[in-house]
């Protein structure tokens, strides 16, 4: 279709069919969302009774207004639906959002079937139906019912499922993680995953892709559209058991399908596969704020032996290495080593390892070509100095300068409590990824391997 989202996405005028008075509605909800969002449009609520929502002139229907209407939000009962359409099509909108429920997710897909027999043809753009609309948080436009406004960034998120899809702004802003927009995408009556995978490859605001899906209804263009991709695709896919397959069938009527099958053509395609949101982003914190590593080969400094075994550990496990260290940086890390340690990978710094050491040491690793990417990790041992293992993370990474000259990416690990938490909260307010597990680590530092090859490939390809 010729429809490109972009007025979906940025529309100028907007109406919402089924706009409320009563606060507890979705219409009601709706309608606040786009007023008071930070984005300049014109908004036409629809309601039959009333002359005025929220100090809002409202319309009896679609046809009064006489200017154009660029997006249609529709939260009216379902078996209403069909008509409001049919007035859309008649209004010549091109970009339909529909919340509300009611439609194949329940086994109703007669009337899903007939509205999509309404805008055969017609170039008319649909979101949902079943779905809590969008936040596009770049442009500061809220098209959703749901409370939370997501932090600008650079994600973009599309969920299946609406009380996930809410959760995870919560869980984003939490995690310090910017959101350019977030798109429910309930039953995929027509705008499907792989239209926004589409449009967000080609979105000037958004560097990573993150999704949320149960089941893709047409997997060959799913696959298409991650592989056409120019940018980093995080996907979890719902239903990798059996159980999980039958809790799928009855929340969105989806089939699961073969696990199996999933991994091995979002791997193909060239997506990382997530095991649930959290990890998503993690991954997404590491895509957005640091280099891909072009090797797999891992340099880990530490103030605990311990915690450098479990990063080594669990970076082998996610195809990455932690080789020896070349003579030369060996030798180069003994010079800043207390007497009784010797250099290693893992490089043990000694548990009392302050600033000058880290950072030294991060340095050292950073000019070694035989190193691609690196993780600082301190663990809260009696003699540790977490404020100084923050801002010797902080500045190697605000260091744009080592960035541009080595073009390798730096994580952080942490264990610890209270008093750790504190600083790395500041450290994740300023794009630091840095994670409280070693698997956590090593998982993100895998998704920048995986980008790093995507890349490879693509280039490869001309
Ligand atoms: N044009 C415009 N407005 C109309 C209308 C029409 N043809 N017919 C009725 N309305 C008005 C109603 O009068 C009402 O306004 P009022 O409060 O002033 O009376 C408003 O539209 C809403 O209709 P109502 O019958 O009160 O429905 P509702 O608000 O209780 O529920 C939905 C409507 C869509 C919210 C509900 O059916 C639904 O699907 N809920 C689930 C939504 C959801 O969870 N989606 C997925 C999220 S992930």
Known sequence: MSNDLNVFFKPKSIAVVGASKDSQKIGHAALKNILISDYECN????????????????????????????????????????????????????????ISSGFSEIGNHALEEEIANIIKGKNIRVLGPNTMGYKNASDGLDASFVFGVPRKGNLSLISQSGALG???????????????????????????????????????????????IEAVKNGRQFMNSIKAC?????????????AGARATASHTGSMAGSDRIYSAAIKQAGGIRCRDVVELFDMARALAGQPHLRGNRIGIITNGGGLGILLTDACEANGLSVPKLSKKTAARIDEILPDLV?????????????????????????????????????????????????????????????HETHQKPILGTWVGGKEFEDLVFDLKSAGVPIYPSSWRTARSMMALYLEGQRIQKEQKMG
């Open 230 to 242: 120019n940018k980093p695709v995080l996907v979890v896919k719902a239903g990798r058991s059996g």
């Open 166 to 212: 809410i959760g995870m702004i919560y869980l984003a802003n939490n995690e310090f993680v910017g959101v350019s927009k977030i798109i429910g995408v309930g039953n995929k009556l027509d705008i499907d995953d792989d239209d926004l995978i589409d449009y967000f490859s080609q979105d000037d605001d958004t560097k990573v892709i993150g999704l949320y």
């Open 342 to 402: 010797k250099p290693n990978n893992p490089a043990d710094l000694v548990a009392d390892a302050g600033f000058y050491r880290y950072e030294k040491a991060a340095s050292i690793m950073l000019e070694d070509p035989e190193i691609d990417g690196i993780i600082m990790a301190s663990v809260h041992g009696g003699y540790a100095r977490p404020r100084e293992f923050t801002g010797a993370i902080l500045k190697m990474i605000r260091e744009k300068k080592l």
């Open 43 to 98: 908004l036409y609520p629809i309601n039959p009774h009333e002359k005025t929502i929220l100090g809002v002139p409202c319309y009896k229907n679609l046809n009064d207004v006489k200017k154009s209407i660029d997006l249609v939000l529709i939260s009216v009962p379902a078996k209403i639906v069909p008509a409001i359409m049919r007035d859309c099509v008649k209004k010549q909108v091109k970009n339909i959002i529909i």
